[in-house]
């Protein structure tokens, strides 16, 4: 079983759309995590952190579920510029060590006319 | 404020060919880091360092070496490239090592060996 695992997708959705991706993760041991972006042939970047106890970010919702071990990413009245791959990223760093992301595949997300 | 650069670009090498990727980071971060993305793999840890003067294996570090050169510099070497290592090579830094730690990548350096 891959350590984080995501839908590759693509998900198409029209603009003004909501969709929403989820991402399950095998370490219950994981200490924090995040969604990146990353766009086509160019390098990842941080979306949000994903806090506990939910949190929001303009047109973006993440959650996680310690329990079942998930996180979801929520976006909202999609737009075009929200097309890309979005990476579900755990950190399974101890006090005292580099931070050790574990990155899943990614889902790609495909917003039209 | 550049924050991570990392060259070249762009290589191809023939089997065999040795080469070393440069990654520099303008933001003083301590921790720094080296991945490899694959289709269908995701990102993958190759080496990292916590700090200047120390480094330690990722999860893909065979037939890879680095240097932590000074705070600010992460180079990575392949002595005898292979064609699995034709890959995209990401730097990454971050401010300390810990929970929500952002790290920051650079534009990666795309390799193809023949």
């Known amino acids: 079983r891959k350590e984080v695992e995501q839908d590759p997708g693509p998900f198409n959705v029209p603009e003004g759309a909501t969709v929403a991706f989820n991402c399950t993760y095998s370490?219950?041991?994981?200490?924090?995590f995040f969604w990146y972006r990353q766009d086509c042939r160019k390098e990842p970047k941080l979306l949000m952190s994903?806090?506990?106890s939910g949190n929001e970010d303009g047109r973006f919702t993440a959650q996680l579920n310690r329990a079942s071990q998930y996180i979801s990413l929520l976006i909202r009245d999609s737009k075009l510029s929200d097309s890309a791959t979005y990476l579900c990223?755990?950190?399974?760093?101890?006090?005292?060590?580099?931070?050790?992301?574990?990155f899943g595949t990614g889902t790609r997300l495909q917003v039209t006319l | 404020n550049a924050g991570v650069t990392q060259t070249p670009k762009f290589q191809v090498l023939k089997t065999g060919q040795s080469m070393t990727l440069q990654c520099a980071q303008d933001?003083?971060?301590?921790?720094m880091y080296w991945y490899r993305q694959d289709p269908g793999m995701g990102l993958r840890l190759i080496y990292y360092?916590?700090?200047?003067?120390?480094?330690d294996k990722g999860e893909v570090p065979n037939g890879y070496n680095v240097s932590r050169l000074n705070k600010r510099e992460f180079s990575l070497r392949l002595e005898s490239a292979a064609p699995s290592q034709t890959s995209v090579y990401f730097c990454?830094?971050?401010?300390?090592?810990?929970?929500?730690?952002?790290?920051?990548f650079g534009p990666g350096t795309r390799l193809t060996v023949l």
């Open positions: 990223v755990v950190n399974e760093a101890n006090t005292g060590t580099a931070s050790k992301l574990t």
């Open positions: 360092s916590a700090s200047e003067g120390t480094t």
């Open positions: 933001m003083n971060h301590n921790s």
């Open positions: 994903v806090y506990s």
């Open positions: 990454a830094s971050s401010e300390r090592a810990g929970e929500f730690n952002e790290q920051f």
């Open positions: 370490n219950s041991a994981s200490q924090s």
